[in-house]
């Protein structure tokens, strides 16, 4: 069963730390891979996708990694913002025009004033 | 924004009853999508549309049903409702040519 798993489920930094969130893939044949965020109470906003393809791509302080080969993405954020408290999800497709998405349970993120 | 309304935002029904959630787009996308949220399970896919009267179902499908008769408008039905079926749904589509998707507000559904 094609499975995605987000460590850790929350986090607590201070403002202005740099932070990496993690996300892993039972199955490698991965279509692309893409990093939401949903504010509580809201749907989900898209923030980076990473195609099969690529390694990694940037959206201003947000860098998205992928590593196919390991099963695994990260999502770092640079000089983190109290603005950017939200949980972090994760989705993989596996190809076809359909792109049904795959998600992983996400990590709740806190930035402390 | 890629025009997504649904409807109702928050709904709360009896066991038993049957339920129709509407998700509506204004940009006549080819792909949309319905999920469930549940705390503990992430998002799951229910069913997809590829196209108007072109449906198929997703990882949770069973005990919903959806249509879509125009381009802009994709139904999820609860035929009967019960209380496992408590959750936050969320419709989402696809633009062409683009492999992200795009959310709905969501609809917060509650069975008692």
């Known amino acids: 069963k094609q499975e995605v798993t987000q460590i850790p489920a929350a986090l607590s930094v201070p403002e202005g730390e740099n932070l990496v969130l993690n996300c892993s893939f039972t199955?490698?044949?991965?279509?692309?891979l893409q990093w939401f965020r949903q504010d509580p109470g809201k749907g989900l906003t898209s923030l980076l996708l990473?195609?099969?393809?690529?390694r990694e791509q940037t959206s201003g302080r947000l860098n998205a990694s992928l590593d196919k080969s390991s099963g695994r993405s990260t999502l770092y954020i640079a000089a983190s913002q109290p603005g950017d408290s939200a949980t972090y999800l994760c989705?993989?497709?596996?190809?076809?025009?359909?792109?049904?998405?795959?998600f992983g349970t996400g990590t709740l993120l806190a930035v402390q004033p | 924004d890629a025009g997504i309304t649904q409807s109702p935002r928050h709904k709360v029904t009896e066991t038993g009853t049957p339920v129709t959630l509407r998700c509506h787009q204004t940009?006549?996308?080819?792909?949309m999508y319905w999920y469930r949220q549940d705390p503990g399970h992430g998002l799951r896919l229910i069913h997809y549309?590829?196209?108007?009267?072109?449906?198929d179902k997703g990882e949770v499908s069973d005990g919903y049903s959806v249509s879509r008769s125009k381009t802009e408008d994709f139904l999820l039905t609860l035929e009967s409702a019960t209380s496992s079926q408590t959750s936050v749904y969320f419709c989402?589509?696809?633009?062409?040519?683009?492999?992200?998707?795009?959310f709905g507000p969501g609809t917060r559904l509650t069975v008692l």
């Open positions: 989402a589509i696809s633009k062409a040519g683009s492999d992200t998707q795009y």
């Open positions: 989705a993989v497709t596996y190809g076809g025009a359909t792109n049904k998405l795959i």
């Open positions: 549309s590829y196209g108007v009267k072109d449906t």
């Open positions: 990473i195609q099969s393809s690529q």
């Open positions: 199955d490698s044949a991965i279509y692309n």
């Open positions: 940009e006549n996308h080819r792909y």
